[in-house]
């Protein structure tokens, strides 16, 4: 029998500064493919054809326990990369104490940022909605996925899936 590895900590970095103990929580990217039904003539059945990266799938939300002043001067901001922000996870297996090192990298800008309820004494919550145009996820130490959309670079495992294309296209 294996137990999981769990999130034991974690922390987030927006332009390397750090949130230890104010961010709260974190919901990483859904990694999702546009697939579409396909089924030509003399086909028994339809395939799912790969028709590129989800149009909805890059969005990462994040929560901080009240308020900060560097993500409010950042809304707004005009390029589809301006910032970086860097999930740090650890994750630990309770059956052998085995840890690894998660590293999600994002760029990308603030869609949203919603302020939450404010009333006197109770906590205060901001949650952000950052929309990113790069991604990368890399576990201990070692890259198993790197998106980077407005220069069609799709990586899995070291693997170039779109090198072929650019290079159909002259890029």
């Not at 990266?53 to 939300?61: P, R």
């Not at 950052?130 to 959309?149: A, C, N, P």
Request: glycine fraction near 12%; aromatic fraction near 8%.
């Amino acid at each position: 029998m294996a137990l999981p590895k769990k999130l034991k900590l974690m922390n987030v970095f927006n332009e390397g500064n750090s949130y230890c103990g104010q961010v709260s929580e974190v919901t990483l990217p859904k990694l999702s493919q546009k697939m579409e039904n396909w089924r030509g003539g003399g086909m028994m059945g339809n395939v799912k054809i790969d028709m590129g990266h989800n149009d909805d799938m890059n969005e990462l939300s994040w929560k901080l326990g009240g308020l900060d002043l560097n993500v409010l001067k950042q809304f707004g901001a005009v390029k589809v990369d301006s910032y970086g922000l860097r999930f740090a996870g650890s994750y630990q297996r309770d059956d052998t104490g085995e840890t690894s090192s998660v590293e999600i990298v994002v760029r990308g800008r603030h869609e949203e940022i919603d302020m939450g309820n404010a009333k006197a004494g109770d906590a205060t919550e901001h949650s952000i909605k950052t929309i990113w145009t790069y991604y990368k996820l890399s576990i201990d130490g070692k890259e198993v996925i790197e998106i980077d959309i407005p220069n069609c670079i799709f990586k899995v495992d070291g693997v170039d899936k779109y090198a072929e294309h650019r290079k159909n296209i002259g890029l």
